[in-house]
């Protein structure tokens, strides 16, 4: 089992940014960002493998967000630039010891509790 602490949300205005961290409790080969506003389904947000740092964002987040880990590869990390009110949200780590769909919520199974991201305009 690993387990997965996020930190690092908080309030921000549009345009300003937010790093979130995720200590994991032992080494995953993938680890990615996934986020869930009210009403709405979870998407995956940015993935990494961390054998090849081979990295996977969503659409509306490429060129605004960056995901990356530490060089024990046990915490990651998703640096948030030019934030926008529709970033907002609760925004979930999670890790899978195999492969798979990176940007797809069932290719992992260990969650962390999640971080609430809220971008005012």
């Known amino acids: 089992q690993v387990q997965l602490v996020e930190s690092g949300g908080g309030s921000v205005q549009a345009g300003g940014s937010l790093r979130l961290s995720c200590a994991a409790s032992e080494k995953a080969r993938v680890m990615g960002w996934f986020r869930q506003a009210p009403g709405n389904e979870r998407e995956g947000v940015a993935s990494?493998?961390?054998?090849?740092?081979?990295?996977y964002y969503h659409p509306s987040v490429k060129g605004r967000f960056t995901v990356f880990h530490d060089a024990a590869k046990t915490t990651l990390y998703l640096q948030m630039n030019s934030l926008k009110p529709e970033d907002t949200g609760m925004y979930y780590c999670?890790?899978?010891?195999?492969?798979?769909?990176?940007?797809?919520?069932?290719?992992?199974?260990?969650w962390g509790q999640g971080t609430q991201v809220t971008v005012s305009s």
């Open positions: 999670a890790a899978t010891r195999v492969g798979g769909r990176t940007l797809v919520s069932d290719a992992y199974p260990y």
């Open positions: 990494i493998w961390t054998a090849d740092g081979s990295t």
